[in-house]
């Protein structure tokens, strides 16, 4: 088989069901990337960049903030705690997040919510980077397809 389904979910609605040809998922453990037939897996994701080649051969990104991935030889399901598409995320609101939060957590130092400021930032920076690398509108930043 050359493809396989994959469904990306948030709390909110779907963000992608159709076929792949591959995945590439931020694991806690770090990135890793899932081809048809893939032996089963469960795990948990970390915020970053999920991709998708779509049987077409395209390649859409999307960005999650954590959740996880549920592999198995034929289907892919993503739940996601929070994701949506790189080509709808908004790069100056993006980053206008990343450095409310760095104020946050410079403000938090030393205090029992530093964790909490710093986990918002690591999320914010890692949705800053994933608009600035897939956003269909900066070409000289998007990536080719996945190789």
Partial sequence: MDDFHVDIVNAERSLFSGDATLVVAPLRDGEAGFLPGHSPLLAALK???????????DEQAFYVSGGFIEVQPHHITVLADVGER???????LAARAVEEAAR??????????????????????????????YHPQ???RAPGRIR
């Fill in 86 to 92: 790189a080509a709808d995320i908004d790069e100056a």
């Fill in 104 to 133: 946050r957590a410079e403000e938090q130092a030393g205090k029992t919510d530093y964790a909490h400021a710093q986990a918002e930032l690591a999320q914010a920076s890692a949705r800053l980077a994933v608009v600035r690398r």
């Fill in 138 to 140: 900066i070409p000289h």
């Fill in 47 to 57: 915020a970053g960049a999920l991709r998708v080649q779509d049987a077409s051969g």
